[in-house]
Each structure stands twice: as structure tokens, then as C-alpha cells.
């Protein structure tokens, strides 16, 4: 994307709808921000020496349920009063969702589709309002799910430059904040990023340790001990709507309680397989430049669209799609296959137009209630991995056709 269309194009958008959701929940009296309350009320309560887990912080079910660690990022927030904090962090979602597609659309431009396409800045645009519906949930509630996706997208920018230090501590300081972003090694330890995974385990050490420095070892033992309780809680009680699991439960009346399990199993093990397929591929199309790059990052972009499907969670997780559908995007507008747009139209639909206001509560609430978001998404990244397949064959076809006399 070029600066002259980030200014002047995509970031006038991204600042007008912040301001636009900022006045609009402050006029209807709804900028509450129930997450952030939660993090910034555990951090006053680690600092004061009260409670920070298994403790609600908001409306009965706000429970912090980050590692301690993360505490320490929230720190700087408890030197304001909490609309003040509340407001900066609400501008710092919407730099980070600007940021965000800008490091997505360089992903995007410079390993996939690298020629000078046009209107660029426009299937930006596209991508994101494909996503607005749940920019507008997360601005809402306070949530730093745009954050990690940013740090994920970071992280994988750096690997691909060979700046394995700087990849590794930014997915440590994810994984602090999220343990199962630890799903990302598999494309690390089956390419045998051994620098990256080092950085990563120091990372992460560092910061688990930190706790045992300030309050100290027997205060932070039972933070940890709360923390993995907390989890534990959270997996069991929340319905994860947008998970498989939720989908094979409504649909099979003897859906076993560890079928999550294979589920993850199985999307785990066909998600390896994929990997080493195009290792093997790599190796015996060696005369083919940057396919490494090309695989490791559709590797990782895969990844991480598919957690929402994998775990327990809220659906405004469906963000982690981002990537993807902006890859789908520019897919269709540079092989000029306008016809994807009716099929992808309906899980597109299901994926990012579910909205109260929308739709009604009721209807709204039928297609949350059925899985149909999480089904959505999932379809939509198997549609990416298609087109990544045929995306790949064409790359291999084009660098090897025949010299002609």
C-alpha cells in the first residue's frame, strides 16, 4: 500500500468510523467498555494488593483471565481515572486496527500478490468492512484482540525478514497474553525455526518470572494457581458459540464431551500434514524463489483464522480471519474472478453482518445461537485454502513453463 493512500485514503476511513463509534456510544450513554473495566480493575486490584482472580469486575461475569504478566501492560492505564484511561485505550484499538490491515496489506503485496495491482487501498477497504461488524464489537466492549492479531501479523512480518529475534519476543508476549496462540510452533518447529523458538521460550520465561520479582514468589504461586483455575472455569462454563464443537453439539444429540478434543486433534494433525506438503514441494521446487516464504506465511495466516474455531471463546475472535479474507480479496480482484463474490457472499454474510441492529435482536441472536458464525468462518477458510492451492499450482505452472525456440 502506498503512504499517499494510507493517509489519504484507508486511514480517513479507519478514523471516521473511530469517531463515529466514539460519539455514537458516548451519545446513547453505551461507552462502558465492560472488558477493559475488567483490566484495568485486576491491575488496581494487583497493585493495591486486592483480588485479581475468580473475582467478577463487571456485570457479574468479568473475570480477568490473562496470565499475571500481562498485568504489567495494563499498568500504565492506573495512572488515569478510569474514563480517561478508557477513552486513550479506545484510540489505541483504532491505531491498532489501522495498523493492523496496513502490515496485513504488506504481507499480502509483497508474498503473494506482488505485481502492481490496482485499487489497492480500495480492497483494503473492502477487506476491512468485510470485518466492521466486529470492529465495531471489540471498540465497544475495550477487548485487545485487534492487539494480538497485530503482534501475530508483526511477529510472522519479521520471521519472513529473517529477524527471528524480534518475531520470537513479539509471539512470547502473545502467548503470555493468550496461551493458545502456542498453536503457532507447529509452522516454527516443523521448519525448524530453532532462533525464533528460542526467543520465543525466553520470551515467555521472562515473562512468567516477572510476577516472582514483584509481589513476589508467594503472592504470584497462588496468582497462578488462580490463573489456571480461572481457565479451567472459562473453558467449562463458556459456550465457545463459534466453535465446532458448539456446531457437532446442536447437531449430534450423543456429541461426546472430548469430542473438542479430536476435533482439535484432527484440524491439528491435517494442519501439519499441510505443512509438511509444501516443505516436501519446497524441496523439490528449489529453483522457485520465495516459495518458502509464500507457504510459511499462508501457514501462519491459517493458523490463526482457525482458532476461533478450535477453542472456547467470544465471537468477536473472528477478527483472526482478517488475514485471510483480505488474501481472498485481492485473490478475486487480481485474477478478475468476479464470480467468487457470489459465493462468498452468504459466509460472508453469516461471518460479519450479525448485528442487533442490524438484523434484530432475535434474529441476530438465532444465527449467533447456531453456530452459523463459526460454521461461516471456517467455510471461508477452507475457500482461502483453495485458493492458496490454485494461487501455488499457478506460480509453480508460470516459472516452468517450456522454453520456446
Excluded at 475488567?38 to 456485570?59: L, Q, W
Excluded at 516472582?212 to 489456571?228: A, L, R
Excluded at 482478517?322 to 462468498?344: D, E, G, H
Aim: charge should be positive; hydrophobic fraction near 55%; aromatic fraction near 18%.
Amino acid at each position: 500500500m502506498k503512504k499517499r493512500g494510507i493517509v489519504n485514503g484507508f486511514t480517513f476511513f479507519v478514523a471516521i468510523a473511530c469517531l463515529l463509534t466514539f460519539a455514537l456510544n458516548m451519545i446513547n450513554g453505551r461507552f462502558l467498555l465492560g472488558d477493559f473495566r475488567v483490566y484495568y480493575t485486576a491491575t488496581a486490584n494487583f497493585i493495591s494488593g486486592g483480588p485479581v482472580y475468580m473475582v467478577s469486575f463487571y456485570n457479574g461475569m468479568g473475570f480477568y483471565k490473562y496470565s499475571p504478566a500481562t498485568l504489567f501492560f495494563f499498568l500504565p492505564y492506573v495512572c488515569f481515572p478510569f474514563k480517561t484511561a478508557s477513552i486513550i485505550h479506545f484510540f489505541i484499538l483504532g491505531v491498532a486496527y489501522w495498523y493492523t490491515f496496513v502490515i496485513i496489506s504488506k504481507l499480502i503485496t509483497e508474498y503473494f500478490f506482488t505485481g502492481n495491482l490496482k485499487h489497492e487501498v480500495w480492497l483494503i477497504f473492502i477487506a476491512f468492512c468485510c470485518i466492521l461488524i466486529h470492529f465495531a464489537r471489540e471498540m465497544y466492549i475495550g477487548n485487545i484482540n485487534i492487539i494480538l492479531l497485530m503482534l501475530c501479523c508483526l511477529s510472522i512480518r519479521n520471521f519472513l525478514s529473517g529477524k527471528d529475534l524480534q518475531g520470537g519476543i513479539l509471539l512470547g508476549i502473545m502467548v503470555l497474553a493468550k496461551p493458545y496462540l502456542l498453536i503457532l510452533l507447529l509452522p516454527l518447529f516443523l521448519r525448524k525455526k530453532w532462533n525464533a523458538m528460542i526467543w520465543l521460550g525466553l520470551t515467555t520465561a521472562c515473562g512468567l518470572i516477572i510476577p516472582f520479582i514483584f509481589p513476589g514468589p508467594v503472592i504470584s504461586i497462588n496468582m497462578y494457581s488462580d490463573w489456571i483455575k480461572s481457565i479451567l472455569m472459562h473453558s467449562g462454563d463458556f459456550p465457545g458459540m463459534t466453535s465446532l464443537d458448539y456446531l457437532f453439539r446442536h447437531l449430534v444429540p450423543s456429541w461426546p464431551v472430548w469430542g473438542i478434543l479430536v476435533i482439535f486433534i484432527s484440524i491439528f494433525t491435517l494442519a501439519a500434514l499441510f505443512i509438511l506438503n509444501n516443505i516436501h514441494q519446497e524441496k523439490q521446487q528449489g529453483t522457485l524463489p520465495g516459495l518458502a516464504n509464500i507457504d510459511f506465511a499462508f501457514e501462519w495466516l491459517l493458523l490463526i483464522a482457525l482458532l476461533p474455531n478450535l477453542i472456547k471463546t467470544d465471537w468477536v475472535l473472528l477478527l483472526f480471519s482478517a488475514p485471510l479474507i483480505t488474501f481472498m480479496v485481492f485473490y478475486v480482484a487480481s485474477r478478475k474472478q468476479y464470480w467468487w463474490i457470489l459465493i462468498l457472499v452468504i459466509p460472508l454474510f453469516f461471518y460479519g453482518a450479525n448485528s442487533d441492529d442490524l438484523l434484530g435482536r432475535d434474529l441476530s441472536h438465532t444465527i449467533l445461537h447456531s453456530g452459523l458464525m463459526g460454521l461461516s468462518n471456517f467455510i471461508l477458510v477452507l475457500i482461502a485454502l483453495y485458493m492458496f492451492l490454485v494461487y501455488r499450482k499457478g506460480i509453480f505452472s508460470i516459472n516452468h513453463q517450456p522454453n520456446r525456440p
